[in-house]
């Protein structure tokens, strides 16, 4: 007979968040996962959404119901919310009663159009240059009482080392993926350089010279040209 107490909700949550494997599914798949994982963590009927925010803007990345992104994207729309400013300013976000809150009218309104009483947004700081937060929606007022608060603070601190981690191996993974097809690209443009230097007994700088204007001519890059040419001469 097995002695060990069955995992809880929460704990069930968190063990989920820790057996998170990178390089075994996308970012988004990711992201996905862990915005799930935190709406089941917390003991209230709520939903989440993952903002993350770049240099190209912010954008929600992961969310467990339209409403949660329809919120998220109307913050985007005024640059004002909650979502927006806890990823920016590194604070914890709660508006107890959305009837009461003063700071983000626009948000509010669309909040309670969609039935939405109350939320919270925590920061999750993933890059350097990139930034995020956790955002939880609720259609009671006051649904996030200290305990809930305490444990949402707690999931969003593991899950941003997940998040960063993520992104920076699918970042890393990008940019391994570019450099091989530079090299790739590099090689072949060699290759045809040579057999130019070789067919009309020229220099390398002169046969480069060769290569751009027979891609100028085509209208095709300059990669797509020398393949072609060596592809000719392996026929051949």
């Not at 949550?13 to 990178?22: C, D």
């Not at 939320?119 to 009482?145: E, H, I, M």
Request: glycine share 4%; charged share 25%.
């Amino acid at each position: 007979m097995n002695s060990e107490a069955p995992e809880n909700g929460h704990d069930a949550g968190f063990a989920a968040l820790s057996r998170i494997v990178l390089g075994e599914e996308p970012l988004a798949a990711i992201l996905e996962r862990v915005v799930r994982l935190a709406k089941d963590v917390l003991p209230i009927d709520c939903e989440a959404s993952i903002t993350l925010v770049s240099s190209d803007g912010p954008t929600t990345v992961a969310f467990t119901n339209e409403t949660a992104l329809a919120l998220d994207e109307r913050q985007y729309e005024a640059e004002r919310g909650p979502c927006l400013d806890a990823a920016q300013g590194g604070e914890r976000l709660m508006i107890r009663d959305m009837s009461d809150e003063s700071r983000w009218p626009r948000y509010t309104e669309a909040a309670t159009a969609n039935q939405i009483r109350s939320s919270l947004s925590l920061p999750l700081p993933v890059q350097r240059d990139v930034t995020g937060a956790l955002n939880f929606y609720a259609t009671k007022p006051d649904a996030f009482d200290e305990e809930t608060v305490q444990l949402a603070a707690t999931f969003a601190g593991q899950a941003a080392v997940a998040v960063a981690n993520a992104h920076l191996y699918e970042v890393t993974a990008a940019l391994a993926e570019q450099m091989k097809e530079a090299m790739t690209n590099r090689a072949v443009i060699e290759q045809a350089k040579g057999i130019i230097m070789r067919d009309r007994r020229c220099s390398s700088d002169e046969a480069f010279d060769v290569l751009v204007r027979l891609s100028q001519q085509a209208h095709v890059k300059l990669r797509e040209v020398a393949q072609r040419l060596v592809d000719d001469v392996t026929k051949r």
